[in-house]
């Protein structure tokens, strides 16, 4: 891991990018890290659509988790930003525009070639990523994960027992072996999912929080579209954390 | 509205019983309430078990809302407790029971012969209940509602305009009609369902939730049956109070 910037945000935040490999992330710590003992991890997911686009609402949830005392971080996802372009993903894009625009459902095999590549090819890397913060003197467990492809906050609730706790986006195209992977999670899960959100399925996410294997698990719903998270969502979410990582 | 008894909890909270014409309730003020501004009132409903059987969950309910700064009160609903016997209201109960014993579908007539006519009855004395105690000096409005049959809720909802948010419980038989009003509903709602509460149908509770015509409306599920609500979950409503009720 090798930063490669560092800025002080004006609320004293520390804003550090990075290159882990190839990959470009960037990790936030409170104003005090320095001076105090280090804080625990939350790792920040995000949609598919690449850091530099993503970063106004990733910056806004790394300043409300340095409030509460959280460092965070996170990283790109292979074949997004200004990572080297990945020809399959992009086929599966394609097929997904074409199968939207034309109106037709979008079909499971679709939704696996789309999603099932990337969760293999990313968890690892979160893995890597996680690694490299933890050896970090500022930064420490326990670490929540946070938001962005549910798939692969799924996965990553699996295989990665580093994680105590996660706050997972019901809003992306879930491939049926995920229902089943979803059994085996057991962390403490905070669910929210946007009832109205467009072009993706109320009932999907509702068997999708059936099927975690968490004795506690919430799902929190809320009106509005993809993007309309009431702010007092967002406080829930922080306060789960801070329930459980602290 | 007739004080018949009143003592000083440990907490400071000062709780009176009083009698409503025929009706007995209880009301909660916070204990700075006679030095204070008068205190914002939530109605607390409950499940038609009796005010006796239900008195240490709402007590507990009670502190916790004293301590955010809020009066509470709530009244025996018609054909419960030490109310006059309801022979309708009885024989409704017993059909169910035999329905459930049976282990039969419980119909959509039993279902309405056991909550309509408590709706058509209790709303009314709710109503009533809401004069006199915002009559009181240490009492004001807005005013909330919390809990119990959410026919009721929905009820009050819909016809009570000094309502202004209302936390509601997923859990009880929903007549059919009720799916219909719960679109003239319009006040912020905060929806608890409990996922796994036994004799409850999850699905009618996510279309009831799916059915309210307010803007902002959010559903917290939580693992566990009807009478394991977290803690956390408890708090999360008490912050939705604050949100709308300060």
């Not at 893995?127 to 003197?137: E, N, S």
């Not at 500022?138 to 105590?164: F, H, K, M, N, Q």
């Not at 294997?213 to 799902?219: C, M, P, R």
């Amino acid at each position: 891991m090798r930063f490669t910037s560092e800025q002080r945000l004006d609320d004293g935040v520390l804003e550090r990018e990075f290159t882990l490999g190839e990959i470009p992330g960037i990790l936030w710590t409170p104003g005090s890290a320095s001076t105090s003992a280090p804080a625990p991890l939350i790792l920040l997911g995000h949609p598919p659509l690449g850091l530099r686009k993503m970063y106004p609402r990733l910056s806004a949830r790394a300043r409300q988790a340095a409030a509460d005392g959280f460092a965070t971080a996170t990283i790109e996802l292979p074949g997004n930003g200004d990572r080297p372009r990945w020809p399959a993903l992009e086929e599966a894009r394609a097929d997904l525009r074409r199968a939207m625009e034309a109106g037709e459902r979008v079909s499971d095999e679709i939704v696996d070639a789309l999603v099932l590549p990337l969760v293999e090819k990313a968890v690892p890397e979160w893995q890597a990523a996680l690694d490299a913060l933890l050896a970090l003197p500022d930064v420490s467990g326990p670490v929540g994960y946070s938001g962005g492809v549910i798939s692969i906050g799924t996965r990553l609730a699996v295989v990665e027992p580093r994680i105590s706790a996660a706050v997972l986006f019901a809003g992306s195209f879930v491939p049926r072996v995920m229902f089943e992977e979803a059994r085996q999670v057991t962390i403490p899960l905070h669910v929210l999912l946007q009832w109205d959100d467009e072009g993706n399925e109320r009932q999907a996410a509702l068997d999708l929080f059936d099927a975690f294997g968490s004795k506690e698990k919430t799902l929190h719903a809320n009106m509005g579209g993809h993007t309309g998270v009431p702010q007092f969502a967002g406080d829930a979410a922080a306060q789960f954390f801070t329930r459980h990582l602290k």
